[in-house]
Nanobody, 121 residues
């Protein structure tokens, strides 16, 4: 049984920082892991991804320079460090697993339930 569980979301002031975590079970560390987000009234969008070894990272242009994705294969976790938060970062953030790094959500096989991030201005 494959399960991805996100945590770390909450209410944060603009300019602050937040660290999201995703715990995986039922999977090996051979998967590319990604983060997506969906704001109210908008489609789900790609945020970041990391290769199975952690040696390669991909970021959406809108978050590059503020977001950092990392993974700990010994603990089967992946994290998203978010710095200099902006109100437009407000969204539900989803953890996903798939065979390769890709901005296309259809490339990912497994998804978590999401965690809410709200940024006050």
């Amino acid at each position: 049984q494959v399960q991805l569980v996100e945590s770390g979301g909450g209410l944060v002031q603009a300019g602050g920082s937040l660290r999201l975590s995703c715990a995986a079970s039922g999977l090996t560390s051979s998967n590319t892991m990604g983060w997506f987000r969906q704001a109210p009234g908008k489609d789900r969008e790609f945020v970041a991804a990391i290769s199975s070894s952690g040696s390669t990272r991909w970021y959406a242009d809108s978050v590059k320079g503020r977001f950092t994705i990392s993974r700990n294969n010994a603990e089967n976790t992946v994290s998203l460090q978010i710095n200099k938060l902006k109100p437009e970062d407000t969204a539900v953030y989803y953890c996903a697993a798939g065979p390769r790094g890709s901005p296309d959500e259809n490339a990912y096989n497994y998804w978590g339930q999401g965690t809410q991030v709200t940024v006050s201005s």
